[in-house]
């Protein structure tokens, strides 16, 4: 029996293909971008990529999955300044930092994501973006458990307060994407994590 730690958590948006395209069909169309490389001998991480592959042809013409090949520094950047939506979806606690979803902030992108990492200090609801699940762990060692909390608040703010928003009031998503410059973009950034090793670490 497979272990739930193994099952990815990168694709947890895709956990019920009715249920997203309904969304989408009632609120309006959802494009999902997912982008990686897999090392040669990364077996999990090529099993991943074809999930994502298999997972595609579930979808009708309200959900599109797209998959980037060669993930590099320059796809990085396009991503991180192109999306509309940075999404996150980590096991708690297992998210290191989280640089890619500060990268998006910077560039005015708003995030919904797992309160793990960075997103725990930079999340305001409704203000930055959104939380997905509550903030501790539902079940100390109950992955499963936590994985169908997650995906049901992923579905309810995906069709009740994010889709709505997107095509409904884009003055306030513009409004939401300055807010993520000027408040996470202005802490999350090197210099001021420099700083702050120099004062707390060395200097103490």
Do not use: C
């Amino acid at each position: 029996m497979e272990s739930p730690y193994s099952i990815p958590r990168a694709t947890l948006v895709l956990d019920d293909p009715a249920q997203l395209q309904g969304i989408a069909a009632k609120v309006g169309r959802i494009q999902i971008i997912f982008a990686g490389k897999a090392h040669p001998k990364d077996d999990a991480g090529k099993d991943l990529i074809r999930s994502i592959f298999q997972s595609s042809q579930y979808f009708n013409e309200h959900v599109t999955v797209l998959y980037l090949p060669n993930y590099d520094m320059y796809r990085a950047k396009l991503l991180v300044a192109g999306v509309d939506l940075w999404l996150n979806t980590p096991l708690r606690p297992m998210e290191a930092s989280g640089t890619s979803g500060m990268k998006a902030a910077v560039n005015g992108v708003i995030n919904f994501s797992i309160l793990d990492g960075w997103w725990i200090e930079g999340h305001i609801e409704n203000l930055t973006g959104w939380s997905i699940g509550p903030k501790q762990r539902v079940v100390q060692d109950d992955p499963e458990t936590s994985r169908k909390f997650d995906v049901e608040d992923l579905y309810a703010k995906l069709e009740n307060r994010i889709l709505p928003l997107f095509y409904n009031d884009h003055e306030r998503w513009k409004d939401m994407m300055a807010y993520n410059i000027a408040l996470n973009g202005s802490f999350f950034n090197t210099h001021r994590m420099v700083s702050q090793y120099v004062m707390q670490a060395y200097f103490r």
